[in-house]
């Protein structure tokens, strides 16, 4: 099995690119975010690489990045999800927000790539939800700072419902530490909920 390559890029066509290995062209297919990665024709190149492996077909799918690799890796493990399906999914988004997607459920999200329907977004959140790498620094700082702005527009609100303040944040707390969905509509309803109850 193929896992690796570097040489020099020979042709560049979209979300495919034939690429020089001590005078052996590979021919590779890639998401849309490696394809603008890579330079032009003649540049050096180092891509991480899966090998597809059919009966009638070996093919072999490049990726810039370790993420990249491991998402559409799990993606072909989704039932009903197949190589061309996965590489559309990463050309659609990032792979970072793929990731944050399928972590929070954002059907929403993962419904607006092409070619990924309703049930096909379900299927992806409920085989990889809990199967993903951990999240990376970045990715951390980036929710930590979407939960305090949900918060305060809670606790903002909530005062301009006539909620005292205490009372609704510790509500707010209360729903945040249980809750899954962290866009606003469902957390303020779960908080008057809690509020009324």
């Known amino acids: 099995m193929i896992a690796h390559l570097s040489g020099t890029l020979l042709e560049k066509h979209l979300q495919r690119l034939v690429v020089d290995v001590g005078g052996v062209g590979y021919e590779l297919h890639v998401p849309l975010s490696t394809f603008y990665e890579v330079g032009d024709p003649g540049a050096g190149v180092s891509l991480r690489v899966h090998t597809h492996v059919r009966d009638d077909a070996i093919q072999l799918f490049g990726f810039g990045t370790p993420l990249e690799l491991d998402l559409f890796e799990r993606l072909i493990g989704v039932n009903g999800i197949g190589p061309k399906l996965a590489l559309a999914v990463l050309s659609g988004i990032e792979a970072g927000d793929l990731a944050r997607a399928i972590r929070h459920a954002d059907l929403g999200r993962?419904?607006?790539i092409p070619g990924v329907g309703k049930k096909t977004a379900e299927?992806?959140?409920?085989?990889?939800?809990?199967?993903?790498?951990?999240?990376d620094a970045a990715?951390?700082?980036?929710?930590?700072?979407?939960?305090?702005?949900?918060?305060?527009?809670?606790?903002?609100?909530?005062g301009n419902l006539g909620y005292p303040?205490?009372?609704?944040?510790k509500a707010i707390d209360r729903v945040l530490?249980?809750?899954e969905a962290r866009t606003f509509e469902p957390?303020?309803?779960d908080v008057l909920k809690v509020?009324?109850?």
């Open 110 to 112: 993962l419904t607006s």
């Open 123 to 135: 299927r992806i959140v409920v085989e990889l939800r809990d199967r993903l790498p951990p999240p």
């Open 139 to 158: 990715e951390v700082a980036a929710a930590g700072s979407e939960a305090s702005d949900v918060r305060a527009d809670l606790v903002s609100a909530l």
């Open 165 to 169: 303040r205490a009372a609704a944040e």
């Open 177 to 179: 530490a249980l809750a």
């Open 187 to 189: 957390l303020l309803r």
């Open 195 to 197: 509020l009324a109850g």
